[in-house]
């Protein structure tokens, strides 16, 4: 069956439920329902039979868990499971037309950040389901009752990358809107659009009732065909038994709005039976489709956090090297905490959006920007801008971004245009297009933007919608183009008026050489706000640029009322901790040992204008951290207040560290140590709390993170010739991932020294894995550092 | 106790809380710790329950493919001939959060985790209290939760328990490669029923999976469980 132009033609009326009937047939709680399709195929046929007999113009494959994690219980193999399923939909669809869906649901375990398993892996999955698919000769692909966006794209990729099939993808929502990761269904749509499935939507989860409003909201955004499958009401347990109690009558009475509303593709999830569908297809027989309306969206995303461009919104700027040397420095030795303390400092500053820029010369650029996506990712809920000009780095980011990132960027250049634009289209991102070309930046406003009309033009041949294109008009220095500077402005107004699409601009070029640099920046600001500009690429921290913002978001009516800026006038900051009391000689020594880490920076640098950096470190900082230690094993403080003061320590030396790298002092470092978590477990607040400790002790650690495979912990460990590692296990079953590391690093015959730690080693225990040394708690961890390194 | 403060006390018990001095920005951190997690947590649970068909060798359930394996959980069960499989989670908020702050602030990670934990026990508290009191013949009460991992019930039947209430579904809850529970912060447990009058036989340290290890059981102490 041409499922595309069947899907053109008119509605297209999927099955209802395989789980619900085969549990009214015996199925028991637990049994793997795919198995059915090899030990009891009529089961199977019978229940296909039922569907289309009742005019299901679509059967689902009973695949939904055939996935190689949930079927490595069984005896069975993917393709076996696949190649079953879908020879019985066949048998039953013998000689009617009738097309069959490859059922693919949620692989069972999460996805990093959240779970354990990796984006690859996830991809890897589910390309075996859809290559078997396609062997066996499906019509379509159903991603369905999916509640990660992030699985949602892997999936998504495996389809399109391993097939030409049409890819239909909907996913579980709560009546909240969200899913239960906390996916919204802009972020979806946004995200699936982008993707280029061939239909999008909900199902499961909720009935035809409570997904009402969410179905109208899709409708709303979405360019593609809505699919619908809801259960047949909200799920409630009687007698044991899951029941549900919406009849079908009410079922197609729903279905049938849903479709005059615009929906074109309809069936049932769980609870429905072919009586729902029978009905179904009467309530809707001989429709002809509805159309709907819809707006075209222009924004970016992650799957919690949606942020639409219907006005002015900030691109914060301080993921960049540039000129950075601590950054620099802080990338080549891969402290992803400090790109991360950046990230967090923007976005608490009031960044919508961060660009990340880690283009060094002699870093690995791919990795270290995947790394930095993953991490930003895995504690925040920013969207991101993926700066580089490399296209490898550009689509490894937007491979494993999750959500729907911006590209910056492209210029008017035919060879960047050619090699990246595909790789924009393909994830589905944004891009910023550059008013330059081989030629350089044009002198005048009406070159440049014949520039922005070239860029534009060409995404649109490569199938960017014009919404996701961003021009930038390219901000110029005044002290050395003065006459330059209005030419962007021009331009920003040519660009708006005649193309129609969004612009961006890193503004704080505009003063470089000039005194007093923010009134210049923010004078432009407020100028280019005025000509048209959407986005500006600042730095979030500067207060005056971001007063300048929020005035003019009041002056342009988007700010409706004020509320936002007046809000901003009420002094409502909350400190986290309160000092007890103002420590009156804001001595170091005394702060660090009552734990205030607000006061530490400032009493550093107040220092420092006295003493040598490490003076500091031998006349303050040490000795408040011996007392505290000491206090902490006497029993006098508990933990909570010994990693206070540690961190407090930890902020002084941020202080330290900036200025002996500005002043390219030799380092402080005691020496590396690598720690990690071993692979299979992924409690690691333990081996984080070590890590601030030895810190503390300027050891140098290289923290690989948790769920880390020795063979990364042996490389790591070569490469930076580290002497001593630090291992970390929380559970029984995670201990032999322990002794197997300590195994294979003792086998390399270096000089390596291991330290175990974790809730269920002891002494003995870490002997017979034979662990070097045992650290019952954090502090041991120092002293065995000590021993080792000195 | 009121309900605050015995949820602190929970809290300072995992925060290894020996009687010393805290001071006053302790205190507060780990107050607005207790009401970030009320507001983060979003509380899923879905239960229940089975005929338990053999205690002899491995527990048996009816109507479900789950098997229940060791000596530890037949003991447990010994007194029920019906017993309910228990899960809840605070979600994933919870966990992003603590990730967060991991990343800002280890002295409120710390904290957070444990107000976390105190909050999903305290919610299993809650919901065992409410199945109990659902509990058609009015004689019957719960035993304690035996949760997989605890004692020889072995902590890789956590996927099949998941399957078996179809968890994953139902309230979002899954398991690693490892068994781990994700999101974290969330329970699953064996729960026996009988009759009031049968004594309950308190879980000793022994048959827990920290014996080794326990702090308070090596300072004399007990955990409280």
Redesign the interface.
């Known amino acids: 069956m041409d499922i595309r132009k069947k899907l053109r033609d008119g509605l297209l009326i999927f099955d209802g439920a395989m789980g619900t009937m085969l549990q009214n047939s015996g199925l028991k709680l637990g049994e793997l329902p795919e198995i059915l399709n090899i030990t009891s195929p009529e089961t199977i046929v019978g229940i296909h039979s039922k569907y289309i007999d009742a005019g299901a113009d679509v059967i689902i494959t009973n695949t939904f868990g055939a996935n190689e994690i949930k079927m490595s219980s069984s005896s069975y193999s993917v393709e076996n499971i696949i190649e079953s399923a879908v020879r019985n939909a066949k048998k039953a669809a013998m000689g009617k037309d009738v097309g069959i869906a490859l059922d693919i649901g949620p692989i069972g375990e999460l996805m990093e950040p959240m779970g354990t398993l990796s984006f690859e892996t996830a991809y890897e999955i589910f390309k075996r389901q859809v290559i078997q698919g396609v062997k066996s000769g499906v019509d379509v692909i159903l991603i369905e009752t999916m509640t990660d966006l992030y699985e949602v794209k892997a999936a998504v990729l495996a389809a399109k990358e391993n097939s030409n099939l049409p890819v239909f993808c909907t996913m579980s929502y709560e009546e909240n809107g969200r899913t239960f990761t906390g996916c919204n269904i802009v972020s979806m749509v946004m995200v699936l659009q982008g993707l280029g499935v061939d239909a999008l939507g909900v199902n499961c989860s909720l009935g035809p009732k409570e997904l009402e409003p969410l179905i109208y909201e899709i409708l709303n955004i979405s360019k593609l065909p809505v699919m619908v499958q809801p259960n047949a009401g909200i799920p409630t347990i009687v007698n044991g038994r899951t029941t549900y109690n919406i009849s079908p009558s009410d079922f197609a009475e729903y279905s049938s709005r849903f479709a005059e509303r615009g929906v074109r593709i309809l069936g049932g999830c769980c609870g429905t039976t072919d009586k729902h569908i029978e009905a179904l297809v009467k309530a809707v027989d001989n429709r002809k489709p509805a159309n709907w309306q819809h707006i075209n969206l222009s924004g970016v995303c992650t799957p919690t956090r949606t942020v639409v461009i219907d006005g002015v919104k900030i691109i914060g700027e301080r993921i960049n090297p540039t000129g950075k040397k601590r950054f620099q420095e802080a990338l080549r030795k891969q402290d992803i905490d400090f790109v991360l303390r950046e990230a967090i400092g923007q976005v608490d500053a009031g960044a919508d959006i961060l660009d990340v820029n880690v283009g060094l010369p002699d870093i690995d650029e791919v990795k270290i920007m995947t790394k930095v996506i993953k991490e930003v990712q895995s504690i925040m809920d920013v969207p991101l801008q993926i700066d580089s000009t490399d296209p490898k780095v550009i689509e490894s980011g937007l491979r494993i971004y999750n959500g729907k990132a911006i590209v910056n960027s492209v210029n008017g250049e035919d060879r960047i245009l050619e090699s990246i634009l595909p790789i924009v289209k393909k994830y589905g991102a944004a891009v910023v297009g550059l008013t330059l070309d081989e030629r350089g930046i044009p002198e005048t406003a009406i070159e440049r933007f014949s520039i922005a009309e070239k860029i534009v033009r060409r995404a649109i041949e490569f199938g960017i919608a014009r919404e996701d294109i961003y021009i930038d008009c390219l901000t110029l220095t005044a002290a050395a183009q003065q006459k330059e500077v209005r030419e962007t402005l021009k331009t920003i107004s040519l660009v708006k008026e005649r193309l129609d699409v969004k612009t961006v601009l890193g503004v704080s070029n505009v003063s470089f050489g000039l005194p007093n640099r923010e009134l210049i920046n923010n004078t432009f600001l407020a100028a280019a706000i005025y000509a048209g500009l959407d986005l500006p690429i600042i730095n979030p921290m500067n207060e005056a640029m971001m007063e300048t913002i929020r005035a003019s978001r009041v002056l342009w009516n988007e700010d409706k009322g004020g509320v936002d800026y007046i809000k901003s006038f009420e002094n409502n900051k909350t400190e986290l901790i309160v000092p007890d009391k103002k420590t009156e000689s804001e001595d170091l020594f005394k702060i660090i040992n009552n734990g205030i880490k607000e006061e530490a920076k400032a009493a550093t640098i107040k220092l420092l204008s006295q003493k040598e950096p490490l003076q500091i470190v031998n006349e303050y900082i040490i000795p408040a951290l011996d007392l505290v230690g000491e206090r902490y094993e006497k029993g006098y403080i508990f933990l909570p207040q010994l990693i206070r003061a540690a961190e407090t320590v930890n902020s002084s030396f941020e202080i330290i560290k900036e200025r002996l790298s500005a002043e390219a002092c030799a380092d402080i470092s005691k020496g590396k140590i690598i720690l990690a978590t071993v692979k299979g477990d992924i409690h690691d607040i333990g081996k984080n709390i070590v890590k601030v400790l030895l810190e503390n002790y300027n050891y140098e650690v290289l923290d690989l993170g948790r769920d880390i495979p020795k063979e990364i912990i042996i490389e790591e460990a070569l490469k930076n010739d580290v002497k001593l590692i630090g291992l970390s296990a929380l559970m029984t079953t995670t201990v032999k991932s322990m002794e197997d590391i300590i195994f294979a690093l003792k086998e390399t015959n270096k000089d390596f020294r291991v330290m175990v730690g974790g809730a269920v080693l002891n002494e003995e225990y870490a002997k017979m894995i034979k662990a070097d040394y045992y650290a019952k708690d954090a502090k041991d961890a120092v002293s065995i550092a000590r021993i080792v390194l000195g | 106790m009121d309900k605050n403060q015995y949820i602190k006390t929970e809290v300072l018990r995992y925060?290894?809380?020996?009687n010393?001095?805290?001071?006053?920005?302790?205190h507060?951190?780990?107050d607005?710790s207790i009401e970030e997690i009320k507001d983060l947590s979003e509380e899923?649970y879905t239960y229940?329950?089975?005929d338990i068909l053999d205690t002899a060798e491995n527990v048996q359930l009816k109507?479900?493919?789950?098997k229940l394996p060791g000596h530890d959980i037949a003991k447990h069960l010994e007194k029920s001939n019906k017993c309910v499989l228990l899960a809840v989670s605070l979600?994933?908020?919870v966990?992003?959060r603590?990730?967060?702050y991991?990343?800002?602030?280890?002295?409120?990670?710390?904290?957070m985790?444990a107000c976390a934990t105190a909050a999903i026990e305290d919610a299993c508290d809650r919901i065992c209290k409410k199945i109990e009191n659902e509990l058609v013949e009015g004689n019957d009460i719960l035993t304690s939760r035996f949760s997989p991992?605890y004692g020889d019930l072995p902590?890789?039947i956590q996927?099949?328990f998941l399957?078996?209430l179809?968890a994953?579904?139902?309230?979002?809850l899954?398991?690693?490669?490892?068994?781990?529970l994700?999101?974290?912060k969330s329970v699953t447990a064996i729960v026996g029923i009988v009759k009031k009058d049968e004594q309950i036989e308190k879980r000793s340290c022994e048959s827990c999976?920290?014996y080794?290890?326990c702090s308070y059981r090596k300072g004399g102490l007990s955990c409280g469980h």
């Open positions: 925060l290894g809380y020996k010393q001095d805290i001071d006053d920005n302790t507060s951190l780990i607005g899923r229940r329950f089975f109507d479900s493919n789950l979600g994933h908020r966990d992003t603590i990730r967060y991991e990343k800002t602030s280890m002295t409120k990670a710390l904290i985790d991992g902590l890789e996927k099949d399957t078996t179809d994953k579904k139902s309230i979002g899954s398991a690693s490669a490892s068994s781990i994700i999101p974290r999976s920290k080794l290890d």
